[in-house]
């Protein structure tokens, strides 16, 4: 399946019914009155996170939405049937904001996180109201209707980010597609030339005692990315979501490069695209010494991890060697990480029910009175 991650789309919700201009018209009621009934309104259009889905492509091929639109009210008091809601299901991670037709500028209005969340996106409009709704006892016989309301129309604009755990990043042919091959059941494309993977690629990594992470592979990144050179910034965004940056590193001397000058590049392509990637927790893998014809080369690179108080790892994604302890050194981080977003998400969800307003239907005078009330006041008869 293609990978997308970046479409428009127009959303339209169903206009409302309108209402009905109608007089009861009976053999034994002469004098039966209005009975025009509402109109239906309209339906709305939501956006819901699909975690069957992974991609926008689909959207490609079918770029406009719009949902049903109400019914018209008739005699006898009948309302006007309500329009069905329109579903649209995304990829987990999809961002969607509202494209400004005039100028272009994008708002942010929806970022979809959690698997089955539901946003609105267009509401449907209200049905029109039947000339019933204006009988009054000077005006008996009304003739005024109201048309339903019309729907509300977006165009819109949405971006995916991948949602992982851990982001490998590092020069092309560095060994990130045998990497994720190796510790989990992802099958990446992996050839010996530049630019092999050119969709980022997820897996599942399972770990002893029920433990699993996500693990996402990027294209490779080189000097002048953030610029747009070579794959350029086009999928930097998928690692703007994870929990730990894992830098892959080629020591093995095949490329003709210094390993710390590739490290130190990638990390200045990340600051420049965005600063908070830098602040990253990130472990550092020298990767392919089992290929490795100069020691210095990893003592360099660990030195410079070790100048930076960043973890380094030897391994070798070919052979397996050292992978076990990279992925055990990254859980620590991740779970620490899933506890503080837990609890920011049952702290957000405490504000909102002590924010949460009163429902818009209450009305004291309608509240029967407690029935502790009563019994106290036969006991004090």
């Known amino acids: 399946m293609q ?3 970046e479409v428009d789309i127009h959303v339209q919700s169903g206009h409302g019914g ?3 201009l109608s007089f009861r018209r009976e053999k034994f009621v002469p004098r039966g009155g209005p009975d025009g009934g509402n109109g239906g309104g309209g339906g709305s259009v939501y956006a819901v996170a699909d975690p069957h889905r992974n991609t926008l492509v689909h959207f490609q091929f079918n770029p406009d939405y719009k949902a049903q639109r109400g019914g018209n009210g008739a005699g006898a008091l009948r309302t006007g049937r309500t329009g069905k809601d329109l579903e649209i299901p995304v990829p987990i991670g999809t961002l969607i904001h509202q494209k400004d ?3 272009g500028e994008l708002e942010q209005v929806a970022d979809l996180t959690t698997a089955g969340q539901r946003v609105l996106l267009a509401k449907g409009g209200r049905g029109g109201l039947g000339n019933a709704h204006f009988a009054t006892s000077t005006n008996r016989a009304p003739r005024k209707v109201q048309p339903g309301e019309d729907g509300e129309e977006f165009d819109l604009h949405l971006t995916l980010k991948l949602l992982a755990d851990v982001g490998l990043v590092g020069f092309p042919n560095a060994g990130k597609s045998t990497l994720i091959s190796v510790v989990s059941a992802a099958k990446p494309k992996i050839a010996d030339y530049p630019f092999t993977t050119l969709t980022p690629n997820l897996g599942v990594v399972a770990l002893s005692g029920d433990r699993s992470f996500v693990v996402a592979d990027v294209p490779g990144l080189i000097e002048g990315a953030h610029d747009g050179h070579g794959l350029g910034d086009q999928f930097l965004r998928h690692i703007e979501r994870t929990k730990v940056l894992v830098h892959i590193v080629d020591v093995s001397g ?3 490069r210094d390993p710390v000058e590739d490290f130190d590049i990638i990390r200045r392509e990340l600051e420049l695209y965005n600063p ?3 602040a990253k927790p990130q472990l550092v893998a020298a990767n392919k010494i089992d290929a490795l014809d100069d020691p210095k080369r990893v003592t ?3 030195k410079r991890a070790k100048k930076l ?3 380094f790892f030897q391994i070798s994604a070919v052979t397996g060697d050292g992978v076990k302890q990279l992925i055990e050194a990254a859980w620590p981080i991740i779970a620490k990480a899933r ?4 609890r920011e998400i049952e702290l957000a969800q405490e504000q909102e029910e002590d924010e949460a307003p009163p429902p818009s239907d209450y009305n004291p005078a309608l509240v029967p009175p407690l029935r502790g009330g009563k019994k106290t006041a036969q006991k004090r008869r």
């Open 18 to 20: 309108s209402g009905s």
């Open 254 to 256: 095949a490329s003709g």
């Open 309 to 311: 108080k960043l973890k």
């Open 101 to 103: 037709p005039d100028t």
């Open 300 to 302: 360099a690179l660990e």
């Open 276 to 278: 908070e990637l830098i």
């Open 3 to 5: 990978f997308v991650d």
């Open 339 to 342: 506890e503080i977003e837990a």
